[in-house]
């Protein structure tokens, strides 16, 4: 078995790139031993990817077939046994190595999530922040975290109890294409820090952040092939995965998560889920008006929408209404829909043009039943042929599809409530549960109300950044929006498998043979009675 293609099966397509374009992919990725090859043969399949910015063809790469995952996998579980075995010590300086190497080649970086995701570059560099911020956490935290415990034992002094983290093996991650980078890398990183390889499957989309992260960890010192690429179909390559992993870290739709599911369920292996959601934020009548506008606009249109925790219902309390919605659709109004590379554009093209007909799909069957367009509500074909103006609807009722399916684009539905009752009653009426924000003067008041909204996270006066930037707390979905967490303890312990290990001194635990079974019951009766009465 060979892992690497020979350069002439690549027949990378750079020409429609300007020098700038070159740069960035010439000097973090692809490079053909980063493609991952079992067979180099057959011609490998190629599959032209074309750029969600410019249209342009940004190379063709190769796929894999689903009976090639095994042998990607087989490589992994080799390489994985060195790097559990490696001092964490070492695994922290190497990955904070790779976010040294990140920050410096970010500009490159930028302009490859732009160049296949067409996203504004501030909301680039958003994910760019996520993954340096990440890996420090790991990097920095996991020592402590992964340390052996010892715990309270089985008999007090004679049983030494110590509780293990040991690594599962060969992590498999599956990820779409809206944070190419954010959701090629975090994820990994972690599972890295525990000790484990990694096999990622990108959307087919977006494969060039994720050959870049590769880059920049071998770059920056991580053993070659730690963290390999797969490209092609999901519906292909799935299966073999889920097959061949002893661990599936998936992010996408709740449909596909089902799908993931069952198929894990069947293998009996960990399976971590963050999927749809339809996140709602409220604004209290004591909102801080322009505070909560400025955060509404970035919430509900970073990455022109097609963001996890982007927020695309508002419940506006009817005495802030007038004050706020005006503010609202001002800011709206004034954000710069451009495709470029520098960062003066606020928002930038959908990815493809399934998206562009979902969002049209969505305004056009709320305007045909009733609702009203207050900003927005088309394409910008002088910009890009998928360049959807930021809109904001109003008068939907729950027999439109924008009520209660996902858009994940550039659109929001504003309703006005009578009281903070009504708007929880609605924000929690939905099968999903991500992401959600209050705005309010009063933090008490809103605390309060926070506990009661069916959702992972919960942000008070920002929209979702708060939340998702505390790096050291859980992050995940309630309801339909996921399974387990990422960030915090609870996103590194999950890569690995815990184990107890009890050393029992003196005596084993049992009745002695000299005192009989049911003296032996007396003595443990005793003891548990004393527990209830000394509160032990
Ligand atoms: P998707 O489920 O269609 O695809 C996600 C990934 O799964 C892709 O890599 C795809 O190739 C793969 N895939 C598709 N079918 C598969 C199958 N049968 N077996 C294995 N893999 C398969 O999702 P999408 O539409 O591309 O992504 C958008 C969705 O992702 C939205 O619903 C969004 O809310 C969600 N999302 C959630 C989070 C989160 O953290 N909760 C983050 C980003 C996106």
């Known amino acids: 078995m060979t892992d690497t293609l020979s350069s002439k099966n690549l027949a990378f397509k750079f020409a429609q790139l300007d020098k700038r374009g070159r740069r960035a992919l010439d000097s973090l990725a692809p490079r053909p031993q980063d493609l991952c090859s079992t067979n180099p043969q057959s011609e490998p399949v190629m599959e032209s990817k074309t750029s969600a910015l410019t249209d342009s063809v940004i190379a063709e790469l190769p796929t894999i077939k689903g009976s090639d995952v095994a042998v990607v996998f087989d490589r992994a579980r080799e390489i994985g046994k060195a790097w559990a075995a490696t001092d964490i010590r070492e695994r922290k300086r190497l990955v904070l ?73 060969v992590v498999g991650i599956i990820s779409p294409w809206n944070y190419p980078l954010t959701l090629a890398a975090s994820d990994a990183i972690a599972a890295i820090m525990a000790g484990n390889s990694i096999v990622l499957k990108p959307d087919s989309q977006t494969p060039f952040s994720a050959l870049a992260i590769k880059a920049l960890m071998e770059r920056a010192g991580l053993p070659r092939n730690l963290f390999q690429v797969v490209i092609g179909s999901g519906r292909e390559l799935g299966g073999p995965m889920i097959e061949n992993a002893n661990y599936i870290m998936f992010t996408g739709s709740s449909q596909t998560g089902r799908t993931i599911a069952r198929q894990s369920g069947e293998k009996l292996i960990g399976f971590s889920a963050e999927l749809g959601g339809k996140n709602a934020m409220i604004i209290r009548a004591d909102a801080p008006v322009e505070r909560a506008a400025a955060g509404a606009v970035k919430a ?161 006066n920002d929209g979702y950044a708060a939340a998702w930037g505390s790096i050291h707390a859980p992050s995940g979905g309630f309801k339909d929006s996921g399974l387990s967490h990422r960030h915090g303890v609870e996103g590194l312990v999950k890569y690995t498998d815990v184990q107890t290990v009890a050393t029992q001194r003196l005596m084993h635990i049992g009745a002695p043979k000299w005192l009989g079974e049911k003296a032996w019951a007396k003595v443990l009766h005793t003891y548990l009675r004393a527990q209830r009465r000394f509160d032990l």
């Open 97 to 169: 190595s790779f976010v040294d190497t990140l920050l410096k080649e970010y500009e490159a970086v930028l302009d490859i999530i732009q160049w296949e995701n067409g996203k504004n570059r501030g909301s680039a560099y958003e994910e760019v922040y996520d993954v340096a911020m990440n890996s420090r956490y790991y990097a920095l935290h996991a020592e402590r975290i992964l340390r052996s415990k010892s715990v309270a034992g089985a008999v007090p002094v004679l049983t030494k109890t110590q509780i293990n983290f040991v690594p599962k093996g």
């Open 300 to 460: 509900c249109f970073s990455s022109s929408g097609q963001l996890c925790i982007s927020m695309e219902r508002i419940y506006i309390h009817k005495d802030i209404w007038d004050r706020f919605v005006p503010a609202f659709l001002k800011r709206v109004k004034e954000m710069k829909l451009e495709a470029s590379m520098d960062w003066k554009a606020d928002i930038g093209p959908l990815i493809n043009d399934a998206q562009v007909e979902k969002v049209a799909e969505h305004i056009n069957d709320a305007v045909a039943k009733g609702a009203k367009v207050l900003a927005g509500g088309h394409l910008v074909p002088e910009v890009s042929n998928r360049a959807f103006l930021p809109t904001v609807l109003t008068d939907v009722t729950p027999d439109m599809k924008v009520f209660g399916e996902e858009t994940f684009g550039p659109l929001v539905s504003l309703y006005k409530v009578d009281s903070d009752e009504q708007a929880l009653s609605l924000v929690n009426a939905t099968n999903y549960g991500l992401n959600s924000a209050i705005w309010s003067d009063d933090l008490k008041i809103a605390q309060s109300m926070a506990i009661r909204v069916e959702a992972g996270t919960v942000n008070i």
